[in-house]
């Protein structure tokens, strides 16, 4: 954490524009603390019910992204119990769920933290993105991570016009950064390059088309190994990839003028131009004459 910032927080007002995207900053900072402090170490920076609540128990109308990039301390909510924080574990606080926490006197600690509201981000509570039960994640000191931080606090001194806009984008993005280098995590690196080798597989075969038995034989790799596996790299199963990337390509030949509808069914392997033809509507929400003119109606 660079030296100028040990000890910068903001509070921001948020306008209607800010609003109408959906997802806003409501506050950021970034501390040190050092061995043997108090917690916070400035509570007349801070609105009284977090300095006199934050290591007791309190409640936040807004959801908080808490990461801890030194030092050893304690975290509980009222799902979970007192649990260990160590460098490189990051918390994220929910709205009306009760919590607490605060570093260690003997190790201190260096935090970054933001808060932020929206619809956007109860639609991601809602539907299970953020979840209470997955409170703690221990991401490890993450350069992409600190850098997201590091923007968001710039953008909370300078407050630039459009800055509230800027720093919604900078939320989400520090939550996809989260999401993405949990779900690394959780995948070995044997089974990342079976993915790779599958995909390249793929590629392979877009227009002679392959069935997923056969992709898994050729991956090394037992049909349901190769499902879960690509389920937790992709989010999608492997079918649904493969078809999505064989889509893309039926687009691209859909763009050669010379080449009919029927002739790119046939090239591209499927059982008739019929088949194809409501395969592509269903996929893209056009026919593939439709696609070719350009998405106007027939």
């Known amino acids: 954490m660079p030296h100028h910032r040990l000890g910068f927080s903001r509070y ?17 900072g970034c501390t040190q603390i050092p061995p043997g402090s108090n917690y916070p170490p400035r509570p007349d920076i801070h609105p009284k019910s977090f300095a006199e609540t934050v290591a007791t128990g309190r409640v936040l109308r807004e959801f908080q992204i808490v990461y801890i990039t030194a030092g050893e301390g304690w975290f509980e909510d009222s799902l979970h119990s007192k649990r260990q924080i160590q460098a490189g ?28 509201s929206g619809d956007h981000a109860m639609r991601l509570y809602e539907n299970g993105l953020l979840d209470p039960k997955e409170s703690l994640q221990h991401i490890g000191i993450n350069r992409e991570l600190m ?24 939320v989400m993005q520090l939550l996809a950064h989260i999401h993405t280098t949990t779900a690394k995590a959780q995948t070995s690196n044997i089974d990342s390059e079976t993915v790779r ?24 790799v037992s049909y349901n190994h190769l ?34 509808v029927k002739e790119v069914a046939a090239r591209m392997n499927f059982e008739n131009q019929y088949y194809f033809s409501r395969l592509f509507k269903r996929k893209t929400g056009y026919s593939p004459t439709q696609w070719r003119n350009g998405h106007l109606p027939d």
Not at 96 to 107: L, N, Q, V
């Open 12 to 28: 921001l007002p948020v306008n209607q524009e800010a609003l109408l995207w959906e997802i806003y900053c409501n506050d950021a």
């Open 147 to 170: 850098a997201d931080y590091e923007q968001i606090v710039q953008l909370c001194r300078e407050q630039t016009p459009g800055f509230q806009i800027r720093l919604g984008a900078l």
């Open 89 to 116: 574990d990051i918390f994220i606080l929910f709205p009306g769920i009760k919590h607490a926490y605060s570093p260690s006197k003997e190790t201190g600690w260096q935090e970054y933290w933001v808060g932020f």
């Open 227 to 260: 499902l879960e596996i690509f389920r937790k790299y992709t989010g999608l199963t492997p079918y649904n990839y493969f078809l999505q990337l064989r889509i893309h390509y039926a687009k691209k030949l859909l763009q050669e003028k010379e080449i009919s």
């Open 197 to 220: 080798t599958a995909r390249s597989i793929m590629m392979l075969h877009l227009e002679a088309g392959i069935e997923v038995e056969e992709l898994a034989l050729q991956a090394g």
